[in-house]
């Protein structure tokens, strides 16, 4: 069983930044791979970036490539999202999610934190 807890979700202007972390819990961090999806109001939830145990392999959805990136501290089990010129559609609830074959279908999700990009 794998706990999960992100935080660093508030309000920031358009072109701002924000990093997001998430502390995980249970079993051993390493063993999985960890990703960061979304869900804006009225929208399904969508992959925003993912991280394998040894962080040298992450994978981005298009709309966040070059802006977002992800990145873990196997030592202090949390993976973090450094999200920088964000714009008004970067807007939702970011959750973080672990798997340890699948991370495009995670078994773990944490409870969400509210990104909100105003205009």
């Known amino acids: 069983q794998v706990q999960l807890v992100e935080s660093g979700g508030e309000l920031v202007q358009t072109g701002g930044s924000l990093k997001l972390s998430c502390a995980a819990s249970?079993?051993?961090?390493?063993?999985?791979?960890m990703g960061w999806f979304r869900q804006a109001p009225g929208k399904e939830r969508e992959f925003v970036a993912a991280i394998r145990w040894s962080a040298g392999f992450t994978s981005y959805a298009d709309s966040v490539k070059g802006r977002f990136t992800i990145s873990r501290d196997n030592a202090k089990n949390t993976v973090y999202l450094q999200m920088n010129s964000l714009k008004p559609e970067d807007t939702a609830v970011y959750y973080c999610a672990a798997d340890a074959t699948n991370i495009r279908v995670p078994q773990y999700w944490g409870q969400g934190t509210q990104v909100t990009v105003s205009s």
């Open positions: 249970g079993r051993t961090f390493t063993e999985y791979a």
